[in-house]
């Protein structure tokens, strides 16, 4: 390979890495992926963890098979003498039996694996010992040797309960085995290596193991010579069908020793390589975040909610909080102390009829004993609640359209996670907005004290008339009327002072109401943008918030389990 290409090439992530990856999508997975999926990758990680912390310097070796495919007869062939037990009675192997190549450090790694039938190898009967002391050659030995690694390998080969074993333990233990051991030999004969039961419930799901997986036809003798390549041929094409692309496939007998001396190469090179512990957790690690994607895929969701979802929300629940009728309220609560102080004097005492319009609501009344500000809006109808349920259940379907079924499900869940909360919030958030509910205008001081100058001013005038009649009731002479001549006819002074003072607080009072309805409609828009802005901030923090969350969660997971899959 070229230097550029070298440099070019995507390297996947360290092992340890990948686990971390892994953890932390498990953790965020919780709750939305199956439990039985997060279970199963937790128990993988603290497996990992456990193997890790074991010898480092033993491959742990698993001869896995179906009843009579002959697992003890070829453990005992490769290892060169009789270790475990075979008969005609079947199953034979009632429990887990290791052939141990290399003490130290052996035991703790066995008791992990919870095997008691040990059995070492010390070199002078055993073939594989005697095998493994040999010089190694090839590409694999030469890299083991510049890694430090001359000594023999280590290795612990075991024979295991039949897979399809009638006694549920000894299947139980297989099992078990098949998710601790680093390498994988799958032990078949000629009448059950296309089984499909066996190939769908154990083979298949281990694929993408390529790399710490072998493929055994056992009982070779018992197949013609002109049909082995073809039963061979077939075995190989359901392993690859399997999913093991690259798994090898031998061929051997026990009782006869054909392909026995191949095999045990083999797996000596893969123990001398001291690869097969971490191609073995890769390959688990992939497998789990495959899995957890599977279970619940984090990918095709938004990163956050789009600004028009959140404008829909904002507007629902505006519906829900009365937003429209508080701010006309705001609006007609101006108009209404405008008119006491700029309306025409005789007729302000009208305006006592009727209460201030945010009054009748209760808003800027104070606190209750809890410390919250209450306010008398009615409850919002069926139809309010219905679209403020609603308009939470759109915004989520929005903002999670895309994801998969579990993360809509968690995003549905985050939005409406605080809508007990709602109703509360949202009448809080009226009655603690600022809406200057008090407030005046500079001209109401002005044209008040016009009205009340009006007001005397024709209150003059009428008292000089009444005092006049007076007089002349009584026979007095009244004092000499003053005249007006300026205009078309003459007018008496106190006749135009009452015209003009009623005319002019009739003026007053007009100009004033266009004044407060004008300042009143400004009022009535500031409020409703004061308490749109407030309902945007409960929308914020009881629902946008949490789906963003969510979000942000699913987009951390999908990141990690594409670091696990690598």
Known sequence: MSPLLSRSAPQPAPLLERLDALERAT?????????????????????????????????????????GSGKSSLLNALVGTEISRAAVRRPTTARPVAAVLGEVGSDALLDWLEVEDRHLLDGTGAVLAQAAAAPARGRRARRSRDEGGDGPPGIVLLDLPDLDSVERGNRAVAERMTGLVDVIVWVTDP????????????????AGHDAVTVLVLNQLDRIREDERTGVLASLEGIARADGL???????TSAST????????????????????IA?????????????????????????????????????DLATAARVEPVARAVGASYRYRAAGRVGWPPLRWLRRVRPDPLGR????????????????????????????AGGVRRFADAASAGGSDPWRAAVRAAARSREDQLPDALDQAVARADLRARSTSWWW????????LALLTWVVGLGWLVLNAALAFFGVPPPPMPMIRELWIPVPL???????????????????????????????????RVLRARVREIAREHVVAPVEGELARAAEAARDLALAHG
């Open 494 to 528: 106190p006749t135009a002072l009452v015209v003009l003072g009623i005319g002019v607080g009739i003026l007053i009072g007009v100009a004033g109401g266009l004044l407060a309805a004008m300042t009143g409609a400004w009022q009535r828009r500031r409020a409703r």
């Open 257 to 276: 020793g054909e392909g026995l001396d191949e095999l045990r190469g083999h797996l000596l090179a893969i123990a001398r390589g001291r690869e097969a």
């Open 191 to 206: 009448q059950k290596y296309a089984d499909a039961v066996l190939h769908q419930e154990f083979v298949r799901p281990f």
């Open 361 to 388: 609501l209760g808003i800027g009344r104070g606190r209750d004993g809890e410390g919250l500000e209450r306010t008398s809006l009615p409850e919002p109808d069926a139809a309010a609640r219905a679209r403020a």
């Open 279 to 315: 191609a073995r957790q890769r390959a688990d690690v992939r497998a789990a975040a495959a899995a957890l994607r599977a279970a619940a895929d984090p990918t095709g969701l938004a990163l956050d909610a789009a600004p028009a979802e959140v404008d829909a929300l904002v507007e």
């Open 445 to 452: 001081p002005v044209l008040d004290v016009l009205q009340w």
């Open 27 to 67: 953790e965020a997975l919780d709750g939305v992926a199956p439990g039985a999926e997060v279970e199963a990758a937790r128990a993988l990680i603290e497996r990992i963890d456990r193997r890790r912390a074991l010898s480092a310097e033993h491959t742990v070796i698993g001869l896995f098979g179906a009843t």
């Open 245 to 251: 692309d690259r798994a090898p496939v031998f061929a």
